[in-house]
């Protein structure tokens, strides 16, 4: 008897045939009908018991969470709700699911009490959903770049070098933490420990990529990057994964491109191929909403905020302009801003992001050309000295979506910045090698995959997006 899927029965092709078919039940009413699911999509199959030959005994196993298997036959359903249903002939308890103290029950539960649940949410609809959502938009990304020419690279885990210069990284060592071999003057000596050298977790893996995408072309990343800021908000993780393409010869206005048709390519793979599992979460969306004050719930559905994303060109504003808007924007003169904006050179923070995107445009925003001393070392300096080719590409309700830029090509003028920077030119022997070696002109930037994945679903914390999030004092499952 063939094992069919949750999926592949409600499609309905093989009516009247003996099926057999695994899962779990989400409800079963009446002593009779079994809402079964196996993650195959949000959708139930009803399970129709329309025989007395099973016990009393087996009837009390079947509760919400239990494993069973069902064989019977596809029929077309007579009752509301559903096309086909399974009339079953037997019913085996795979394993069974205490209702006295299986946590997740058929109503609606909080997301702080799943978060705390993480290896049981998964069995909701809510983090199915999301979670397929989450698997087709890596499919999607993938595609996207097998498509358009790109080889996907794996930048390196554990790094020599700190590739955004922030500082804030996780140590990887296996020296003894209560006894470690020290220099002469008291400090830890790394020379003795497993890399013979001070290593981390990677912050990102561009200038890996840069040296690859030298030989390659078009290259990109997609793998876990880890921060060790201590930020505890909806949009930052301690372990997140990034997507880094990088390309030879590109100037920034192909980078941002490149990042438009990039981002809208898998948001419009997922309205195409998620479709129930979008209805769903638009629902959950609105429902939220609903809870909100007149003033903060939003205009549009998640279909809507999806199709407009794709639909629509991402405004490409440069950052004097933006600082420009903002000096002259109503929260700034009535003093509404946490951090007020008072003259140029200020770092832009997430209100005033989102203030761009979300009143002022009212639709993606790529900024551009940042003051040179806000941003990384390796972006490409500007003729005007104050500047640099960067961009950020700003969405509603998340902020920085994408950080990137076009890098400096020119070995004096990278030289001559590290040195003012203080970085030591001897741990980045490899990178300045690219700029001896052929150098072009290049660009890349780097998208946080779960921003992507929260603005998809509609999700309002990052740690939702994520099997199990990585947070300040957390890192349990
Ligand atoms: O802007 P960031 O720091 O840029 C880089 O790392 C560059 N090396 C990328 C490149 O040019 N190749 O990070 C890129 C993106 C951000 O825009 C944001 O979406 C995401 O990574 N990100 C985070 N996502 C979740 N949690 C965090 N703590 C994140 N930090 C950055
Ligand atoms: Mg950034």
Redesign the pocket.
């Known amino acids: 008897m063939t094992k069919y899927d949750v999926a592949t029965l409600l499609k309905g092709t093989d009516l009247l045939q003996t099926i057999n078919v695994n899962g779990w039940v989400r409800t079963f009413r009446s002593n009779r009908f079994i809402a079964l699911n196996d993650g195959s999509t949000l959708n139930n199959i009803q399970c129709v018991l329309d025989f007395d030959n099973l016990d009393e005994s087996t009837l009390k196993r079947i509760t919400t969470g239990a494993a069973i298997n069902v064989k019977g036959t596809l029929i077309e359903s007579l009752g509301k709700g559903q096309k086909f249903e399974i009339q079953v002939s037997e019913l085996t308890i795979l394993g069974d699911c205490n209702p006295e103290v299986y946590p997740i029950q058929p109503k609606k539960h909080s997301l702080e009490f799943l978060r705390e649940n993480a290896h049981l949410r998964i069995r909701t609809n809510t983090f199915s959903a999301i979670m397929r959502v989450r698997s087709a938009l890596s499919f999607a990304v993938h595609q996207y770049f097998t498509q358009n020419g790109f080889y996907y690279f794996n930048a390196p885990i554990i790094t020599g070098s700190d590739?955004?210069g922030?500082g804030e990284m996780f140590k990887v060592t296996n020296l003894d933490s209560k006894n470690p071999p020290l220099t002469e003057d008291g400090k830890i000596d790394y020379t003795k420990d497993f890399f013979g050298k001070e290593t981390n977790l990677t912050?990102?893996?561009?200038l890996e990529?840069e040296t690859y995408a030298m030989g390659l072309g078009k290259v990109y990343t997609f793998g876990p990057?880890f921060?060790a800021?201590n930020?505890n908000t909806t949009?930052?993780?301690?372990e997140?994964w990034?997507i880094?393409?990088?390309v030879a010869f590109n100037d920034l206005e192909d980078n941002m491109d490149l990042a438009q048709d990039f981002i809208q390519y898998t948001i419009k793979y997922v309205l195409e191929n998620c479709k129930d599992d979008l209805a769903f979460l638009e629902q959950r969306l609105a429902d939220e909403e609903k809870n909100k004050p007149a003033n903060e719930r939003s205009e549009m559905s998640l279909l809507d905020k999806l199709r407009f994303v794709v639909d629509n060109n991402f405004k490409r504003v440069s950052y004097t302009e933006a600082i420009d808007i903002l000096r002259n924007s109503k929260p700034n003169k009535k003093k509404k801003f946490k951090f007020p904006i008072n003259e140029w050179g200020a770092d832009l923070q997430s209100e005033h992001e989102r203030f761009l995107v979300e009143k002022h445009f009212k639709c993606p925003v790529i900024l551009f050309d940042y003051p040179a001393n806000i941003k990384?070392f390796y972006m490409r300096q500007n003729d005007d000295g104050k500047t640099v080719r960067a961009m950020?590409?700003l969405f509603p309700g998340i902020g920085?979506?994408?950080?990137?830029?076009q890098r400096e090509e020119r070995l004096d003028v990278l030289l001559e910045k590290i040195k003012v920077l203080g970085i030591d030119e001897k741990e980045l022997w490899w990178y300045l090698d690219l700029r001896k070696f052929g150098s072009c002109v290049h660009s890349?930037?780097?998208?946080?995959f779960?921003?992507l994945v929260q603005f998809t679903t509609g999700m309002g914390n990052?740690r939702d997006v994520i099997p199990y999030p990585r947070f300040p004092q957390n890192a349990e499952f």
């Open positions: 590739a955004e922030a912050v990102s893996g561009q990529a990057t921060r800021e930020s949009r930052h993780l301690a997140f990034m880094e393409p990088e990384a950020d590409v920085e979506i994408v950080g990137g830029s890349g930037f780097g998208l946080g779960e921003r990052i």
